[in-house]
């Protein structure tokens, strides 16, 4: 089943927001951009707490919520700088799950993103 909504930012790309898969859900990359007028926030810290407004509006629209996720993948742009920042606010939406994590720098994401989530869930 394929998960959509206008409640998360819009793929840059001919993708969905999630699919589902037996008891998985496969979120696809989500970054900080806003649902209505695609604008990017200043900061790790604005960016991180975007990107995960967006992944709580697609869990949603799959009916799930943080307490399902399994497993992330974090892009940083800028591990050096950004991730003691982004590793706090992490810790607030992840606090009292044992997720599983992967973060990693890129030398550049899709738009002029700092940071991009790859969510696994489970029903």
């Known amino acids: 089943m394929v998960i959509r909504t206008d409640k998360a930012a819009k793929p840059v790309g001919a993708y969905v ?3 589902e898969a037996g008891d998985l859900v496969f979120l696809s990359g989500v970054g900080p951009r806003h649902p209505e007028t695609d604008e990017i926030p200043d900061g790790i810290e604005a960016q991180t707490h975007a ?3 967006n992944v709580i509006a697609i869990l949603e629209a799959a009916g799930l919520n943080m307490s399902n ?3 992330i993948m974090v892009f940083l742009t800028n591990m050096e700088k950004d991730f003691k920042k982004f590793n706090s606010i992490y810790a607030q939406y992840l606090e009292g ?3 599983t994590r992967t ?6 994401l ?3 993103i700092a940071i991009e989530f790859k969510v696994v869930a489970k029903k």
């Open 97 to 99: 799950y044992e997720t």
């Open 17 to 19: 927001h999630a699919k």
């Open 51 to 53: 990107t995960f407004s």
């Open 103 to 108: 973060t990693v720098e890129v030398g550049a």
């Open 69 to 71: 996720v399994i497993d």
């Open 110 to 112: 899709p738009t002029p």
